[in-house]
């Protein structure tokens, strides 16, 4: 059975991924997997084995706290009913923690809630973008403000570069629940327009699913994020959809960050991410 993880530390601010997860994995008919990422200091004067009792200690309360918050979470918001399952993972490293515990247990997809970040954070990443830029497994991201909703819908923005095998990973994504897919291409003004209904029917013809293509053509006072949140604003779709690029050197990460990863930040529906290169 497909496996969704949810990633959550306890606040408020992560309940709208919580809630995302349940809905989502409830739509796939797949295995919903709550994760806790936590880490305790130990004293210089403890020996190894009252440390390991202090850990285990503390994740027996922190496994009574984690299922109280979700029952808690279940009990009032309208989230529909599905069976899930409590982990918990002990490391200083809590993004490197969630994805080795992803790929360990094969998950299909991983969600987080995103609370926006500030200059300094967005210079040194916060947990969500951290996993946008590294996470091999696809990544959904949550706004903190998002409300409870089923997945309708898909806003796929591609640069049609690769958008082939891209397609075939959305039409894997929007299938099983029978959203819809809305291809975006953003185009310059010396770009040549391609023939909306011959590629919705190519299109069709190769992923044997049915795709809406539609092309905006950039407005040069514009960013690329403003161009997106302006056809988000019209059609209203369910989540977007990126494909990011993870090779990059911190540099430009800093400089350059991607457009997924700005996204996180302020966005205003769920961002799904994958990696370019897998």
Known sequence: ??????????????????RFAMAFARQR??????????????????STEKYQNYVHRTEE???????????DIARTTNVPKIDYRIALVHTIDTVPGIMSYAKQHDCAYICISTRGAGAVKKLFGTHTSELIMHSSIPVISVPCNWRLKPVKSV?????????????????AFAGPVKA???MLHLIYIDEIIPDKKLAEKSLKAEVHYPVSFDYKKINIENSILEEIDAVIEKDKPSVLVLFTEQKKSLLDRIVFPSTAQEYSF????P????????
Do not use: C, Q
């Open 29 to 46: 008919k797949a295995e919903l997997v709550i994760l806790h990422v936590f880490h305790v200091l130990k004293a210089t004067s403890w």
């Open 271 to 278: 961002l799904l991410t994958f990696n370019k290169r897998d």
């Open 1 to 18: 059975m497909e496996k969704i993880l949810v990633t959550t530390d306890l606040s408020a601010k992560s309940k709208p991924g919580i």
């Open 266 to 269: 302020s966005g205003k529906i």
């Open 155 to 171: 806003l796929y923005a591609t640069d049609l570069k690769d958008y082939s095998t891209e397609l075939k990973k959305v039409v």
């Open 61 to 71: 309360n922190l496994s009574k706290e984690l299922s109280s918050f979700i029952k």
């Open 180 to 182: 819809a897919i809305n």
